[in-house]
Nanobody, 122 residues
Framework: QVQLVESGGGLVQAGGSLRLSCAAS????????MAWFRQAPEKEREFVAT??????VVADSVKGRFTMSRDIVKNTVYLQMNSLKPEDTAKYYC?????????????????WGQGTQVTVSS
């Protein structure tokens, strides 16, 4: 059974940094696409960043502030979040897909974690 477990969320002041981790178990994702999405209260879940093969794509709203990376050996992906803003407050979800093709739609991801809360105070 595939499991994705996020960690690293918390409360931080605006301008601060957090590093989220997502550890996968039950199968090895290698270079298959993995992604981060986020969902704020009463809003749709939105794309944040994805990584597949050697290609990384990030949403315009976080470009220059967030960086996604992976450790293939540990079967883990990370989201380094710098210069955090109050509008980054959301629950952040890790997702994984079954191919190396880059995709930014949540419909293209087959596995999801339970999420980790990030709250940025002003």
């Amino acid at each position: 059974q595939v499991q994705l477990v996020e960690s690293g969320g918390g409360l931080v002041q605006a301008g601060g940094s957090l590093r989220l981790s997502c550890a996968a178990s039950g199968r090895t994702f290698g270079t298959y696409r993995m992604a981060w999405f986020r969902q704020a209260p009463e809003k749709e879940r939105e794309f944040v960043a994805t990584l597949a093969g050697v290609i990384t794509v990030v949403a315009d709203s976080v470009k220059g502030r967030f960086t996604m990376s992976r450790d293939i050996v540990k079967n883990t992906v990370y989201l380094q979040m710098n210069s955090l803003k109050p509008e980054d407050t959301a629950k952040y979800y890790c997702a994984a897909g079954d191919t190396v093709q880059i995709r930014t739609s949540r419909r293209d991801y087959d596995y999801w974690g339970q999420g980790t809360q990030v709250t940025v105070s002003s």
